[in-house]
């Protein structure tokens, strides 16, 4: 039952970090996607430091 939620909870907080943060590593403003050399991420991932620094923001 746990496994069938988790692909959605994940993409919620993608697209939760994504609204909040700026991406440290990429260099974009909330709203922006992730990319790598100008080529989005894959399934609308999100770098690491996204999730830390939407984190910091929402404490």
Known sequence: MTRSRQPRRRSLRRT????VACCPT???EPGVP????GIPLPDGAVHTRR????EETAA
């Open 26 to 28: 990429c260099q974009v």
């Open 51 to 54: 999730y830390t620094e939407a």
């Open 16 to 19: 939760w970090a994504r609204t």
């Open 34 to 37: 992730c990319h790598h050399d």
